[in-house]
């Protein structure tokens, strides 16, 4: 008996009669991935609607069968819209609760949707079809994110910030040229992630369970139906390949650490100590007990949340290590990681972009301030000193000499006399003093790349067009 009502078979499964007795209970939640496999009907639908017209096209079904299918297939959709579509455990996954349904609407006819195909070269067409459409979300929202940053740089030319190395003050900074560097790294994660897209965009369907069909199936319809750009070449590789998971883990890894480096910063610039943001009622939380307490919740989340993501990427190559050709059921595991590595990525990069819009706002007078009171020009006095041909190693030891002085008096180089500075080396005029205000210490910086304002706003102007036309 094989009821016209189902994909259910004599044991009340969905397996072939050769099965006599039903699931334990407990197997089959164990088993059942449709719990957060629902989240690929749609492309499952894709997918179904594809393959029923290639069946159709190629003279496997008739054009009516062909039609009615697609007809049926479209009728779950508008249940699932409706929210009258809600499979339960014993549908074990998404695709099998589909076909279920599309038999119970059509009868016999709907047992011919599975044609020349398996749920192994099924679940992988989903899947990507799926990620696919996540990484152009992701893209959009890295944009925003660069977006974000640019107005803050642009309205911060002019604003200077201390630049650290090993956390230690060194050189001043134009604030602009600091969140242009978060733009390039925003811009190498889109432009991995486009690269990662073309290996996403391969079609598995027609590689059947593993090792093709005897039926004249024409996989590059389905793949062209679907907008992939290809075929898998192999059908053993086409149903197990899931390195497309990890290389786009990778990729959102790469993106969440860069994420967490600003998060990172952004949280201690909000400190007192640093005091060089504000942060806005709009992203900052209070405190249930000490009542003049603003968190940095959002960038802490953010930071928090990148080991999510790296833990993912770290279960995913585990996962596939030691699978033997072709599909195994270990595979059904890649789905719960990669989810959460997509909304986690999504929600991370709105978060932060919101954080910028509008979470903070830099404080200029403590950041100009804050460069003014330290020895990050001492670099420039050495410079000033290479300039008037004295060799950079007997510089460096002068300044060296300098900085202790002023260390030992608790006074700054530019407290220090134009005689005090003679007295070190005679090549010191009274230029000196022009040549160690921040600004100007700044300004010289114009090697190519570098923080002085021509090269930071010739890199505004490079940025411009790319992120603010299409505003
Ligand atoms: N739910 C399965 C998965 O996620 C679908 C493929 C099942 N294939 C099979 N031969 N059991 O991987």
Redesign the pocket.
């Known amino acids: 008996m094989s009821g016209s009502e189902g994909v259910t078979g004599s044991s009340g499964t969905a397996w072939s009669d050769r099965f006599e007795q039903g699931l334990h209970p407990v197997i089959e939640r164990f088993n059942a991935?449709i719990e957060f496999?629902i989240a690929l009907l749609q492309q499952d639908l894709d997918g179904s609607v594809a393959h029923a017209r290639m069946l159709g096209r190629c003279g496997l079904i008739s054009k009516a069968e062909s039609t009615q299918l697609i007809d049926g297939l479209e009728a779950v959709r508008r249940e699932a819209t409706a929210g009258d579509f809600k499979p339960g455990l014993e549908a074990e996954?998404v695709?099998f609760a589909v076909e279920r349904r599309l038999i119970e609407l059509l009868g016999p006819l709907g047992k011919k949707l599975h044609t020349g195909r398996?749920?192994?070269d099924q679940?992988g067409t989903d899947l990507r079809l799926w990620l696919r459409q996540h990484i152009d979300g992701i893209d959009v929202l890295l944009r925003r994110f660069q977006r974000a940053l640019f107005r803050h740089a642009e309205a911060h030319l002019d604003t200077l910030i201390p630049g650290y190395t090993h956390l230690q003050r060194a050189q001043p900074l134009s604030l602009a040229h600091h969140l242009l560097a978060y733009v390039e790294m925003a811009e190498r994660d889109r432009m991995r992630l486009v690269d990662v897209r073309h290996r996403v965009n391969l079609c598995p369907l027609g590689a059947a369970a593993l090792a093709g069909t005897p039926l004249p199936i024409d996989r590059r319809q389905t793949a062209a139906d679907l907008g992939f750009e290809g075929i898998y070449a192999n059908s053993l590789d086409a149903v197990s390949d899931r390195d497309f998971t990890v290389e786009f883990s990778a990729a959102a890894s790469l993106v969440m650490a860069h994420l967490s480096r600003l998060a990172e910063e952004v949280i201690f610039w909000a400190s007192e100590e640093f005091a060089f943001i504000r942060l806005t009622d709009r992203c900052a939380t209070g405190s249930s007990l000490m009542p003049q307490k603003k968190n940095p919740d959002v960038p802490e989340l953010v930071r928090g949340k990148t080991g999510r993501v790296f833990g993912h990427l770290q279960g995913l190559l585990t996962m596939i290590k030691g699978l033997p050709l072709a599909?195994n059921?270990d595979?059904?595991e890649d789905?719960e990681a990669l989810f959460d590595v997509v909304s986690t990525t999504e929600a991370c990069l709105e978060a932060m972009a919101i954080l910028f819009e509008e979470g903070l706002s830099f404080r200029p007078e403590r950041l100009n301030t804050a460069v003014a009171s330290d020895f990050s020009n001492a670099t420039d006095v050495a410079d000033y000193l290479v300039s008037r041909e004295v060799p950079f190693r007997e510089a460096y030891q002068l300044v060296g000499r300098l900085v202790k002085t002023c260390l030992q008096e608790g006074i700054l180089l530019r407290d220090l006399p134009l005689p005090r500075w003679q007295e070190l080396h005679p090549a010191f005029d009274d230029d000196i003093f022009a040549a160690i205000a921040p600004r100007q210490v700044v300004a010289a910086r114009c090697s190519e790349g570098g923080t002085g304002f021509d090269q930071v706003r010739s890199q505004l102007q490079r940025w411009q067009p790319v992120l603010m036309s299409s505003q």
């Open positions: 991935s496999d996954d695709h398996s749920r192994n679940v599909y059921k595979f059904q789905k």
